[in-house]
């Protein structure tokens, strides 16, 4: 059964910085593109980052570009996302998907077969 569990959510003050994690088990995703989307309340879920299969291909939605980067270590078959200087706006539930059909990182989030159950992040004074 495959799994993807996040972590790293949580409060943080505006300017702060957070990192995410996201493991798979179940099976490796070392080839494929895994992403980060996040939901929050009230909105529709919206992409974050990408990251190809190779780990040199990325992807950035225009509101986190230059502040947040996506890393992925395939010996632990995870993937990270490091958020600085975040903003108020970047409160949402932040989920990790990962790709059986493409090597590369896309922005759709149909062509992302798995999900994690998500970790919150609020940031606020």
């Known amino acids: 059964q495959v799994q993807l569990v996040e972590s790293g959510g949580g409060l943080v003050q505006p300017g702060g910085s957070l990192r995410l994690s996201c493991t798979a088990s179940?099976?490796?995703?070392?080839?494929?593109?895994m992403a980060w989307f996040r939901q929050a309340p009230g909105k529709e879920r919206e992409f974050v980052s990408a990251?190809?299969?190779?780990?040199?291909?990325?992807r950035y939605g225009d509101s986190v570009k230059g502040r947040f980067t996506v890393s992925r270590d395939k010996s632990k078959n995870t993937m990270y996302l490091q958020a600085n200087n975040l903003k108020l706006e970047d409160t949402a539930v932040y989920s990790c998907?990962?790709?059986?059909?493409?090597?590369?990182?896309?922005?759709?989030?149909?062509?992302?077969?798995?999900w994690g159950q998500g970790t919150e992040v609020t940031v606020s004074t």
């Open positions: 998907a990962a790709s059986e059909k493409t090597v590369s990182p896309h922005t759709a989030s149909w062509m992302y077969n798995y």
């Open positions: 179940g099976r490796s995703f070392s080839e494929y593109a």
């Open positions: 990251i190809g299969g190779s780990a040199e291909s990325l």
